[in-house]
């Protein structure tokens, strides 16, 4: 389990797998210049509930990977995010599609 981390407070634990494609939709939002709201669930052992972080480019924002294996990209998935972050309730983790699985070699990702 990775952890995304906000402005050194409000974090939230997300499978390393998943945070890989979160982070590139949330990198390819902020490079556009494109602010964004980051909506997740709470854990019930923290009260339940959810988390919105307001995601711009001065934010202090830290990807925390539990592996060190870098995960094989599903470009239909990044697009299923980058989807919900173009949306008026900004982004929110969805589940993998089952379509289009054509892996995407990132730089972010690519193996050295």
Request: hydrophobic share 40%; aromatic share 12%; charged share 20%.
């Amino acid at each position: 389990m990775g952890k995304f981390i906000y402005e050194g407070g409000p974090k939230v634990e997300i499978d390393d797998r998943a945070l890989a494609h979160v982070q590139l939709a949330v990198t390819a939002k902020l490079r556009r210049g494109e602010p964004f709201g980051f909506t997740w669930k709470e854990d019930a052992s923290l009260g339940g509930g959810r988390t919105t972080v307001w995601i711009h480019a001065g934010s202090s924002i830290v990807f925390k990977y539990f592996g060190s294996r870098q995960p094989q990209i599903n470009r239909a998935w990044v697009e299923a995010l980058a989807f919900t972050a173009n949306s008026p309730s900004g982004l929110y983790l969805v589940h993998e599609p089952t379509g289009d699985t054509t892996p995407v070699r990132t730089p972010e990702f690519a193996s050295a």
